[in-house]
């Protein structure tokens, strides 16, 4: 049995940053190819292989969940490669504690079908990726005509009460930063149901070495869009999680999440991944240091836990 002191212990990084939510890669199998996909971190595989022999299975998912309820964990993210994707997804989401909220984040091309089934097992909320209305500029960035499906889905989303929903735009110079006004007036038709989270391309390791050199320059065009939302804002707000700030502007509300060469967000990073093959990753953006679950259970898993904790430091760091 963990006692309190115990288990808040476990979770406590040596940087005094408390584990509050976990990020788990429920598959690393994707149907879009999207040209700056940082693949949660599993590296060259992600996004490209559907490998089931090494996917953790959803006992093993389910177990971990267990365990990190036990520990204290409030929150639960589900990602991918596309979550949706996973036959047994909804199997997963049922064996999370009612008492920790659960998101998800999609692509959203399969969103449509299954809002509903998703609320009903208990989903608290999803944030859906779109990073363009315009259909050309969807096939440019995805590789696939789907921007329909997407925007389906959203509508859907909303209807099922998997609320907010949270729109995912990763801007990108020259190819959609003339739609932010756009996005803003569709968040804003919806009221505060619909988030517009406005996101800074991870531009690193060569993973986007094959776009067009205008992307560079990206960060100080979110720098400038966040200066440009605060001015406007009736109401800023900032996030425990990486202290990110939430801007009401003339009705829309929106998120600004700026990780690059920002100390104050790897400060108050309170969160753990794990990969789709059963790793624990301490960090995103650093490899070397992962911990395995694979075939572990009970104490054996808190040990692992405590391990990858122990493994975690901020990447980018205030000297
Ligand atoms: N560097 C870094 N980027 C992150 C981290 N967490 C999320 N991101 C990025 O933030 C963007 C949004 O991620 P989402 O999966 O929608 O989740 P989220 O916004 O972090 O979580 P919620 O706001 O709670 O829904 C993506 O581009 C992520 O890669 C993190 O811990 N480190
Ligand atoms: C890796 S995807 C996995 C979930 C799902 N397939 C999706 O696209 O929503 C999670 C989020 O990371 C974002 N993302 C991927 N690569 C990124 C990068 N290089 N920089 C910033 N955000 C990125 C995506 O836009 C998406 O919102
Ligand atoms: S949909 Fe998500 S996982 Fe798939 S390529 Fe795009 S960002 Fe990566
Ligand atoms: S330490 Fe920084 S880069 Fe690493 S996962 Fe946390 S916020 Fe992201």
Redesign the pocket.
Same mark, same amino acid.
């Given at each position: 049995m963990t006692t309190e002191k115990n288990a808040s212990d476990i979770l406590t990084d040596t940087y005094n940053r408390k584990i509050s939510n976990i990020?788990i890669a429920v598959t690393s199998a994707c149907d879009l190819r999207c040209i700056y996909c940082?693949r949660e971190g599993e590296g060259d595989n992600g996004c490209t292989r559907d490998d089931h022999a090494s996917q953790m299975t959803k006992e093993e998912i389910s177990e971990l969940i267990g365990v990190f309820a036990e520990l204290g964990v409030k929150?639960i993210?589900l990602?991918g490669g596309e979550p949706l994707l996973r036959p047994d997804l909804l199997d997963i989401i049922r064996s999370i504690p009612p008492h920790i909220e659960s998101?998800l984040?999609t692509n959203g091309t399969h969103l449509a079908k299954l809002a509903k089934e998703l609320k009903d097992a208990g989903l608290s909320r999803v944030?859906v990726s779109l990073d363009t209305m315009n259909r050309d500029t969807y096939i440019k960035i995805t590789g696939k005509d789907r921007l329909k499906d997407v925007l389906d889905g959203i509508d859907a989303a909303l209807a099922a009460g998997l609320t907010p929903v949270?729109l995912?735009m &990763?801007v990108l110079k020259g190819m959609n930063d003339n739609e932010i006004d756009d996005f803003l007036a569709f968040v804003r038709a919806r009221g505060e149901n619909l988030i517009l989270?406005i996101?800074e391309l991870?531009d690193i390791n060569g993973w986007t070495d094959d776009m067009d050199p205008a992307v560079h320059g990206n960060a100080q065009l979110v720098a400038d869009l966040e200066k440009e939302f605060a001015k406007h804002s009736s109401r800023v707000t900032t996030r425990h999680?990486?202290h990110r700030r939430k801007y009401l502007v003339d009705g829309a509300l929106v998120?600004v &999440?700026r990780?690059m060469h920002n100390p104050e967000?790897c400060a108050n990073?309170n969160?753990l991944r794990v990969t789709s093959d059963g790793l624990l990753k301490p960090c995103?953006?650093k490899t070397g240091n992962e911990v395995s679950v694979k075939g572990l259970h009970g104490d054996e898993l808190k040990s692992a836990i405590a391990a990858a904790v122990k493994n975690r430091s901020p990447y980018f760091f205030a000297e």
């Amino acid at each position: 049995m963990t006692t309190e002191k115990n288990a808040s212990d476990i979770l406590t990084d040596t940087y005094n940053r408390k584990i509050s939510n976990i990020r788990i890669a429920v598959t690393s199998a994707c149907d879009l190819r999207c040209i700056y996909c940082h693949r949660e971190g599993e590296g060259d595989n992600g996004c490209t292989r559907d490998d089931h022999a090494s996917q953790m299975t959803k006992e093993e998912i389910s177990e971990l969940i267990g365990v990190f309820a036990e520990l204290g964990v409030k929150t639960i993210k589900l990602t991918g490669g596309e979550p949706l994707l996973r036959p047994d997804l909804l199997d997963i989401i049922r064996s999370i504690p009612p008492h920790i909220e659960s998101s998800l984040t999609t692509n959203g091309t399969h969103l449509a079908k299954l809002a509903k089934e998703l609320k009903d097992a208990g989903l608290s909320r999803v944030n859906v990726s779109l990073d363009t209305m315009n259909r050309d500029t969807y096939i440019k960035i995805t590789g696939k005509d789907r921007l329909k499906d997407v925007l389906d889905g959203i509508d859907a989303a909303l209807a099922a009460g998997l609320t907010p929903v949270k729109l995912n735009m &990763v801007v990108l110079k020259g190819m959609n930063d003339n739609e932010i006004d756009d996005f803003l007036a569709f968040v804003r038709a919806r009221g505060e149901n619909l988030i517009l989270q406005i996101i800074e391309l991870m531009d690193i390791n060569g993973w986007t070495d094959d776009m067009d050199p205008a992307v560079h320059g990206n960060a100080q065009l979110v720098a400038d869009l966040e200066k440009e939302f605060a001015k406007h804002s009736s109401r800023v707000t900032t996030r425990h999680m990486h202290h990110r700030r939430k801007y009401l502007v003339d009705g829309a509300l929106v998120e600004v &999440v700026r990780p690059m060469h920002n100390p104050e967000f790897c400060a108050n990073c309170n969160r753990l991944r794990v990969t789709s093959d059963g790793l624990l990753k301490p960090c995103l953006l650093k490899t070397g240091n992962e911990v395995s679950v694979k075939g572990l259970h009970g104490d054996e898993l808190k040990s692992a836990i405590a391990a990858a904790v122990k493994n975690r430091s901020p990447y980018f760091f205030a000297e």
